[in-house]
């Protein structure tokens, strides 16, 4: 029996009709339309990019059974998605784009020893109550390698990572340590690895999560007096992925509590991945002990991309929003946006939207509107040792002289000018703060704060400090 795509399709809409309320079957699969078979592959069209992406999202599962039914187990799914007017004023066109055709990522479960006083385990991420507790990895499997493009500024974390998930803690690169500015793909690569390990090992346990959340968890189980439940849990996990690990500088529970995790997990073989905006060797407030084992593995750093890599990441963008763009546009905005990647596919969603809203062409003109206002709204990064320097260099003093114990005034002034710009431009905590300006604790920043409000109410000068100070620093 010959098929063709209409036959395939209706089988396929008689076995999805069975499995869904009425509803959703007419919302969502009543106006596809099927277009061509070829061989394994089945093409639909559907009404719009929302349309696709709701399916791949919440029916992807229910169609590839369906698909697989009628046509074997190396079916295939491409959309033709029908843009309306999109992106010009021109005549509708059409884009393909292949189904992801991709579970979403299965929980895993482990095994939980039964104490003697049937006490149970807490799971920090769900309700805790069963013995074989359920984990949801906490991974975007939209972050994966294949989408992540390589260039010389990311080659060695993207090589380093791909070991790791070919054999998780088995390698020398444990731990792994991917550290870099903001926007540079650390978070990528770090998920990119876990979907990995998860494709190639189901059964391993694999656990993303930020340092922020592993703090909260930390202070909840100390709350309810089940540090040891917490303990025991992450001690279970196959690979464990942590994402901005400089956040836990200054808490130094959440740094003992990780030390004990860390060296059960290393000496038993398990991978730890971990993610930083400055090497080991940079971080502030972080115990010695907890530095040395970062030190352990390997530390790759992911630089800023190079105009070919930013060439390519647009190209990569683009293919995967199936949407066309004239080279020359491309170019512009990889000469005129350097600074990470995640500017650059901003970039390219803002020219989509505008493009495609307001009817306008893709041009020069409308991306140099575009990478313009990026450019201008993009602040300089500033760090505590730019500040010092920056405050030291205004009132013709050196940072040694700024740190010192003097209780000279001019001096007292400076530091704690010093102080108030760190905490207001800044993520850092006080005792971090405190600490890298002449070893200092937390009340004496929150001090130093409240000082330089009040004078800058009732001291002309000063005020004049502040705002001088402002404008070198924001600028």
Known sequence: MNHTAESVWNDCLSFIKDNIKPQAFKTWFEPIKPVKLSGEALTIQVPSKFFYEWL?????????????????????????????????????????????????LKSQKVTVPLESNKRELRNPFIIPGLQKVKIESQLNPNYSFVNFVEGDSNRLARSAGM??????????????????????????????????IKDKYPDKTVLYISSEKFTQQF?????????????????????????????????????????????????????????????????????????????????????????????????????????????????YIAQNIKSNVRELEGVIISMIAQASFNRREFSIELAKQIVDKFVKNTKKEVSIDYIQKEVSKYFDMDVATLQSKTRKRHIVQARQLAMYFA?????????????????????????????????????????????????????
Request: with cysteine; glycine share 6%.
């Open 163 to 196: 070991a790791v998930a070919n054999k998780p803690g088995g390698t020398s690169f444990n731990p792994l340590l991917i550290y870099g500015g903001v926007g540079l793909g650390k978070t990528h690569l770090a998920h990119a690895i876990g979907v990995d």
């Open 423 to 475: 905490k207001r431009l800044t993520k850092t905590s006080l005792a971090s703060i405190g600490n890298q300006i002449g070893q200092r604790d937390h009340a004496t920043v929150l001090h130093a704060c409240k000082t330089v409000d009040n004078l800058s109410e009732t001291d002309k000068q000063f005020r004049k400090y502040v705002d001088d100070l402002t404008k070198k620093l924001t600028f």
């Open 56 to 104: 791949e999202e919440h029916y992807i599962k229910l169609l590839r059974v369906a698909l697989v039914k009628h046509l074997g187990s190396d079916a295939k799914l491409i959309y033709d998605v029908r843009m309306e007017n999109t992106y010009s004023s021109n005549r509708p066109q059409t884009v393909k784009i292949p189904s992801s055709n991709r579970n979403p």
């Open 219 to 331: 202070i909840d189980s100390v709350k309810s007096n089940t540090r040891n439940d917490f303990i025991h849990f992450y001690q279970m996990i196959d690979v464990l992925i942590i994402d901005d690990v400089q956040f836990l500088s200054g808490k130094a529970g959440t740094q003992d509590v990780f030390f004990h995790i860390f060296n059960h997990l290393h000496q038993n073989g398990k991978q730890v991945i971990l993610t930083s905006d400055k090497a080991p060797v940079d971080m502030q407030d972080i115990e010695q002990r907890l530095l040395s084992r970062f030190k352990w593995g390997l530390s790759a750093e992911l630089q800023a991309p190079d105009y070919e890599t930013r060439i390519s990441i647009l190209e990569n963008k683009l293919f995967r929003d199936g949407v066309e763009m004239p080279e020359e546009i491309i170019e």
